[in-house]
């Protein structure tokens, strides 16, 4: 099989084996492997230095791996033709300025790119004024690129991103820069991309509640490995199954974790009655997993999370907090 030529429509979009990457003597990536299904939506998480840039690099063929096998829509990234890389689309923290460039004209001009790529399945480039309405953008389309603020800047990096329509699509950091309004009507594109277009996603972001919303699934990485690959759900489970209750009495703020919260709560009103005030309960959340999951390997304790909250004696007070 040639390197652009389509694979098998049951083989996954993305394949990732024993992917290892070195920086002269430091190695950065440790036997990464994993998969991304066509149509599927994966976020990539980690913290700083944890080897996602270096990954989605690899995986665009901007950056040739040190060993591992590597895998993108059938083909080897490090030896993609334009034929390949014209099915792919990219979505970059940095944005390239062309600032003289009316909007409009200017992905006219890069969708034009694709043209020669278009096939029956999958249409290139994609109509313009269709993108830019999708994008939010449909009212500066005349307006020249260097004109617009950082946020329809950012909307501009989206329609570049997926202009020519592709089958596999990578995101890093999609929204930083957009309002509350523009973030979520972009987790509405992508899920239109997901499940109308079938498009691949491999979203990389700092935003572990854009992550839970739009990811099938979550891959975690921490020290060049992978923690953690799982549904949000099957992650909050992942922490012990504890809540952490917290309340005042007698003008005292308290504080303990238990398995069985509602229980707990029942017996405290029968002690207390009306004197309990300010309760609340907490129960994991994907961020305290992700949290938990790099600071236990950030700190050499990788075979086993701590419990959420750390557990307490109940009914020990803490330090009073504002409310």
Known sequence: MSADQSAPADRPAIEVADLRMNYGSTAVLHGVTFEVARGEVVALLGPNGAGKTTTIEILEGFRMRSAGDVRVLGTDPAHGGEAWRARLGVVLQSWRDHAKWPVREFVAHYGSLYGPYSTERFPRPRDVDELLGAVGLTEQADRRVGQLSGGQRRRLDVAIGIVGRPEVLFLDEPTVGFDPEARQEFHELVRRLAEVDGT?????????????????????????????????????????????????????????STRTPTRFVRELFDRHGAGIDKLEVRRATLEDTYLAMVHAVESGRDGGLPELGGAREAGRPVAEVSS
């Not at 739009?214 to 922490?239: N, W, Y």
């Not at 504890?242 to 308290?254: C, G, K, L, Q, T």
């Open 200 to 256: 691949t996603i491999l979203l990389t972001t700092h935003d572990l509640d854009e992550a839970e919303k739009l990811a099938a699934r979550i891959v975690i990485l921490a020290k060049g490995r992978i923690v953690a690959d799982a549904t949000p759900e099957e992650l909050a489970r992942r922490v012990e199954s504890s809540a952490e209750v917290r309340w005042m009495h007698d003008n005292e703020r308290f504080v303990t």
